[in-house]
């Protein structure tokens, strides 16, 4: 039995998105009924996503390097694979990030107003900002992996059933 990876999809990127949103305003609820300070990341996690992106460009760089004819050095087939599981585990750490602090800001929008700093306002945008990065980056460098089907050769058979495109594709 050969297991096949499967691409992002965009529609599972946004549902983890609204899950979050949700419970993101959910959290936020309770934690004003319990006078609890608001639950937004600390504005230092903002240097992890970026190291954490930043890695992921990094290694799908080098991947696409080698997949589109650099191969004068050996490369590592595992390191692809890796990467693009780094790729996709940064999408939905983006998109869970965006969501968590969407659904705070969403649900502290009508407190505006009533505060005098809103310092608490730009984290959770530049949270929402750096989610965003991750999402494009983690879809840009699983773009980088996929291996481009003229890459077979043409003398040879495959063996393999042809995809019908539900989000199963062959990476570097």
């Known amino acids: 039995m050969r297991s096949t990876m499967r691409t992002i999809r965009p529609a599972w990127l946004a549902a983890v998105g609204v899950v979050l949103a949700a419970v993101g305003w959910v959290a936020t609820l309770l934690t004003s009924r319990a006078s609890l300070a608001l ?9 992890t996503m970026a190291l954490i992106a930043v ?23 595992l390191l692809a694979a890796r990467t693009v599981v780094l790729a996709q585990a940064c999408a939905y750490a983006g998109a869970v990030l965006f969501g968590w602090h969407a659904g705070i800001l969403i649900n502290q929008i009508p407190t505006v107003s009533m505060r005098s700093d809103l310092s608490i306002f730009w984290v959770m945008v530049a949270h929402m900002a750096g989610g965003l990065v991750m999402v ?27 995809r019908d495109g539900h989000g199963e594709e062959e990476f570097a």
């Open 39 to 47: 639950p937004v990341l600390p504005l230092s996690s903002l240097i």
């Open 136 to 162: 494009t980056i983690g879809v840009i460098v699983e773009r980088f992996c996929k291996v481009p089907p003229e890459d077979n050769d043409p003398g040879t058979s495959s063996s393999r059933p042809k």
């Open 55 to 77: 890695v992921c460009l990094v290694l799908g760089l080098r991947v696409r390097r080698w997949r589109d004819g650099n191969r004068d050095k050996a490369f590592d087939p």
